[in-house]
């Protein structure tokens, strides 16, 4: 993947309304997402795009810590929207980014939000999480 870069500022918009866009179309067909990376689009650059309390694009963004403690939980994925993936992650990961306007940021999540980040920071690395799965039982399918 490509860092992203001032020059690609004015584009940013729209890459972001695109990631909305298919975002939107998965929540409305499968009834889940809440965050996409640039990657699943076919945009080959370091970015992120979030819709929890708000929406939020993370720009080449690098975790700056990882918390020991790890939990398990079933993880999900608009590439095969039907299959449920066991994952082992990271309980609270803080990540340094740039925002839209290019301001440097720093945000820590934990929990859910925490799995969230890295599941899409991993699309950023060429991970699935069918990658991380704890062991050859844990997929499942949707019901």
């Given at each position: 993947?490509?860092?992203?870069?001032?020059?690609?500022?004015?584009?940013?918009?729209q890459?972001?309304?695109d990631?909305?866009?298919?975002?939107?179309e998965v929540?409305?067909?499968?009834?889940?997402?809440?965050?996409?990376?640039?990657?699943q689009?076919?945009?080959?650059?370091?970015?992120?795009?979030?819709?929890?309390?708000?929406?939020?694009?993370l720009l080449?963004?690098?975790f700056?810590?990882?918390?020991?403690?790890?939990?398990?939980?079933?993880?999900?994925?608009?590439?095969?929207?039907?299959?449920?993936?066991?994952?082992?992650?990271h309980?609270?990961?803080?990540?340094?980014?740039r925002?839209?306007?290019?301001?440097?940021?720093?945000?820590?999540?934990?929990d859910?939000?925490?799995?969230?980040?890295?599941?899409?920071?991993?699309?950023?690395?060429?991970?699935?999480?069918?990658?991380?799965?704890?062991d050859?039982?844990?997929?499942?399918?949707?019901?």
């Amino acid at each position: 993947m490509h860092p992203v870069t001032e020059a690609d500022l004015p584009q940013l918009p729209q890459i972001a309304a695109d990631l909305r866009g298919v975002m939107d179309e998965v929540r409305a067909k499968y009834h889940f997402g809440r965050g996409i990376a640039a990657p699943q689009l076919g945009c080959m650059k370091r970015m992120i795009y979030l819709d929890t309390d708000r929406p939020r694009l993370l720009l080449n963004p690098v975790f700056t810590q990882r918390s020991a403690e790890m939990f398990e939980l079933w993880d999900d994925c608009m590439c095969f929207p039907h299959l449920l993936v066991r994952v082992r992650r990271h309980r609270r990961v803080t990540v340094a980014y740039r925002d839209e306007n290019w301001h440097t940021q720093t945000w820590t999540v934990e929990d859910d939000l925490s799995e969230l980040l890295q599941h899409e920071y991993d699309h950023l690395e060429g991970v699935l999480c069918t990658m991380r799965a704890v062991d050859g039982k844990g997929f499942r399918w949707r019901r």
